[in-house]
């Protein structure tokens, strides 16, 4: 009984050859090693060292935009909860305080998004498609509300939101 040559079967199926998946994904990882500019093992680096000769790409060879995250935990903000606002029927709020109202909703042609500011007087609005859901559209609003304030740069300003959540 015969065999089917690999390369036939490939063809057939419209399948990549696999001496070239394996060659692409060798090469990614020396190349994700290589950007990371992290240290490998000595028995891989051989190997991988040999693939990356004889590639000879020029694309592999261009500078990366690729950046290592940091993170700093330094608190620049304090959320407080002040209850007396809500305990009688008209809050006062404090003169100097941004009031933003935001709110997410579906619709039969869609969901969206907004944002209303009282202070300062702005408002935005996000449309997001028909298969986004109502949380989806909530959270999102509310990372964008924070994104505009962090965009302004507000410094030792109080910042209230506020959330229609149905």
Request: net charge neutral; glycine share 6%.
């Amino acid at each position: 009984m015969k065999l089917t040559p690999t390369a036939g079967m490939e063809m057939l199926l419209n399948l990549t050859p696999l001496d070239l998946v394996i060659l692409a994904e060798a090469t990614m990882a020396l190349y994700t090693l290589h950007i990371l500019k992290q240290p490998v093992d000595p028995k891989t680096e051989v190997g991988l060292l040999s693939i990356w000769k004889n590639v000879n790409d020029p694309l592999l060879d261009m500078r990366s935009d690729h950046t290592i995250p940091g993170y700093y935990y330094s608190k620049i903000f304090s959320v407080i909860i002040e209850w007396d606002y809500w305990r009688n029927k008209d809050p006062l709020f404090p003169e100097d305080a941004l009031i933003w109202f935001t709110d997410g909703s579906m619709a039969n042609s869609g969901t969206g998004s907004g944002i209303f500011g009282l202070r300062p007087n702005r408002n935005f609005h996000f449309p997001l498609g028909k298969f986004a859901t109502v949380f989806q559209t909530e959270i999102y609003v509310i990372l964008q509300c924070a994104c505009v304030n962090i965009r302004r740069a507000y410094k030792n300003k109080r910042i209230l939101f506020f959330f229609f959540f149905f």
